[in-house]
């Protein structure tokens, strides 16, 4: 007889969860394109709560741009969140739900602009955001980048953006490090402008591992050169980053009771 419940599931594995885990049809989940390890994931664990870790969060994660005249009613209209407290350079979780009521699933939504959203998630809450704009009647315009593919196959990846998060408690000196001095004091769940090297990027102040962190983003064509400054700032600060791969990545909510989804932040923004 088939079961109804997770309950009801457990007991019929004769109480025992971690085997109906161990066993699970779904398949194992595959973060695209960055390695699993690049030391071992005890390491790269231990970083983000000893010294500073970096994570490469580019390509495994949907990204949709809302822009138009009606992007903010758009929004609004098709989720739980209220708008009228979402300034310019903020951001938050957003929860999209059905006519109904019925929850969609989550992004975490930056507002770059009066009419202008960058959406950051899932795929399916960016479907549905895409299939509500295409029946209703908005003046809004939706680009959407999908998450890069699980396995590539040596075939090139491009995205929209690049995006990084840097973790741990030594992060703050390579934060100076890399900006020629002291980063503005962004408040959480806040965005602001630093320096990395020559260029200038936006940076999202959250936790994920314990302590403040933040996560940057720009233009895909920029990643390389992105990266590779972050690391030479921590060489220059006497800081160890260790990159951290997808093993190590998936775990580290676990530290703070963040977005599984995400891997993001300690608490979530408000409503």
Not at 115 to 123: C, E, F, P, Q, S
Not at 154 to 183: C, S, T, W
Not at 197 to 220: D, I
Not at 232 to 246: F, T
Request: proline letters at 6%; hydrophobic letters at 40%; a positive charge.
């Amino acid at each position: 007889m088939a079961v109804t419940s997770l309950e009801a599931l457990i007991a019929a594995n004769g109480g025992n969860a971690v085997n109906i885990l161990r066993n699970s049809k779904i398949g194992m989940y595959v973060y695209p394109v960055v390695a699993p390890e690049f030391s071992n994931w005890r390491v790269e664990q231990e970083a983000w709560r000893k010294t500073a870790v970096l994570f490469d969060q580019t390509h495994h994660m949907d990204e949709v741009i809302v822009e138009g005249p009606q992007a903010t009613e758009f929004l609004a209209h098709h989720g739980i969140n209220s708008f009228s407290n979402f300034d310019l350079n903020r951001a938050k979780h957003y929860v999209p739900v059905t006519p109904a009521g019925h929850v969609i699933g989550d992004h975490i939504i930056f507002r770059e602009r009066e009419d202008k959203y960058i959406l950051v998630g899932r795929a399916p809450t960016s479907n549905w955001l895409m299939f509500a704009a295409s029946y209703g009647n908005w003046n809004v315009r939706l680009r959407y980048d999908p998450r890069s593919p699980s396995r590539p196959e040596g075939e090139r990846v491009l995205r929209e953006h690049y995006r990084f998060q840097i973790q741990g408690p030594d992060a703050p000196a390579i934060f100076e490090k890399m900006n020629g001095g002291p980063i503005p004091d962004i408040k959480f769940f806040h965005v602001d402008w630093i320096n990395i090297g020559s260029k200038k990027v936006q940076a999202l102040r959250h936790g994920m591992s314990g302590a403040p962190g933040l996560e940057v983003w720009g233009p895909y064509k920029d990643k390389d050169y992105i990266q590779s400054t972050i690391m030479q700032a921590a060489r220059d600060a006497g800081v160890n980053l260790v990159q951290c791969g997808s093993r190590a990545y998936s775990t580290n909510t676990l530290e703070s009771a963040g977005s599984p989804r995400r891997c993001r932040a300690s608490t979530p923004a408000t409503a």
